[in-house]
């Protein structure tokens, strides 16, 4: 196995960790980020766990990072996206594992933040040698196909330039994420067709790198269970297609699981046979990082009322002080990425040496 150094992995080195989770049949966790409370948590439970990970924020996440208060919203979605990735690019070498960092959806009102955050990774390029970013995502599957991949081409010609990929979405990934319901939508645009996704192939490949959240199914958020059907045999499907067509080797596209949060194991078992090499995870760490702060609230209820106790007298400042609860939230994360590297078969499968 060729070792990669730990830190940001960009270019040929991420393709190298995809292709080695690929082929491990194992995938690397994608975990949704909005301050420095989650960023350093899943560097931590990546290094516990001896995995490499991908840290991404979403248009909303990166806003967040540069604060709510910040003066204007759009400036904040760039500024908080850099921001962010630059507090990665400076640690994550010394928790000893490799980063993949991306962004995450984006629409088509939202391609002239990927623009802007393409932007200034030229300058960064251009200064320094290596991109910002690994990564950023258009999900333009919402559009017609044809505007989706042509426009994919042009963003993904301006990324490669930079030794950077893009993912791309091919049918609709449920849930409130997206704005769409999973009731109100046609159940056929919840499963992704194979020959798009071979169209996507054709198209893409030979510019650069790209990945493709192909949907089977799956809903982002947590809901009853019973709406829809997981089928990971259409990624199956369209893996074959390509094989065939393109004439490449075994699982050729590169795919990536959306809205993995409460999936059944043997359904995540299935997909990691074929090419899945990333799953996002946002609602799970989320409720995680709320469960645990939330029990050390009500354990220490007393100390979020008073500073000093009325009756005792007794200070509450080791209590309060935010370093207190918010590690509590951090600990929750690591706590369900203990899991989520297990479920995911990536634990002790980090390149970084
Ligand atoms: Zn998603």
Redesign the pocket.
């Known amino acids: 196995m060729s070792d990669l150094l730990p830190g940001v992995v960009y270019g040929e080195d991420y393709k190298t960790l995809i292709q080695a989770a690929k082929e491990g049949k194992y995938a690397l966790p994608a975990i949704n980020v909005v301050g420095t409370n989650s960023i350093n948590a899943v560097m931590e439970a990546a290094a516990k766990n001896k995995s490499d990970v991908i840290i991404q924020l979403s248009n909303g996440g990166a806003e967040f990072f540069a604060g709510k208060g910040f003066p204007d919203s759009y400036d904040g979605k760039v500024l908080g996206a850099i921001s962010a990735a630059r507090h990665v690019h400076l640690l994550a070498e010394h928790y000893g594992i490799c980063v993949a960092l991306h962004t995450?959806?984006a629409n088509k009102a939202l391609i002239p933040w990927v623009e802007s955050l393409i932007d200034y990774g030229e300058r960064h390029y251009e200064e320094l040698g290596y991109p910002l970013f690994s990564s950023h995502m258009l999900d333009l599957s919402e559009e017609d196909i044809d505007f989706n991949l042509s426009e994919s081409a042009r963003v993904l010609k301006r990324a490669a330039r930079l030794e950077m990929s893009i993912e791309i979405e091919l049918g609709v990934?449920g849930g409130e994420?997206d704005g769409v319901g999973s009731d109100e939508i046609d159940n056929d645009k919840l499963y992704t067709q194979p020959d798009e996704c071979l169209r996507a192939y054709e198209e893409l490949s030979k510019i650069g790198h790209f990945s493709l959240?192909a949907s089977f199914g799956n809903v982002?958020g947590v809901y009853k269970p019973g709406n829809v059907q997981l089928r990971p045999e259409i990624l199956k499907k369209a893996q074959e297609l390509v094989q065939k067509t393109c004439k490449t080797g075994n699982n050729p596209l590169d795919l990536v699981f959306?809205?993995g949060s409460g999936s059944e194991q043997a359904k995540i078992d299935e997909a990691l046979q074929y090419g899945v090499f990333k799953m996002?995870i946002d609602t799970d760490t989320q409720y995680a990082f709320a469960e645990h702060v939330g029990k050390y609230v009500e354990a220490n209820g007393r100390a979020f009322k008073h500073q000093i106790d009325p009756d005792t007298g007794e200070p509450y400042k080791k209590a309060y002080d935010p370093r207190k609860w918010l590690r509590e939230g951090e600990k929750g994360m690591v706590a369900r990425l203990d899991q989520a590297f297990a479920d995911l078969k990536s634990a002790g499968k980090s390149l970084a040496g």
């Open positions: 995450d959806h990934t994420e959240a982002h959306h809205g996002n």
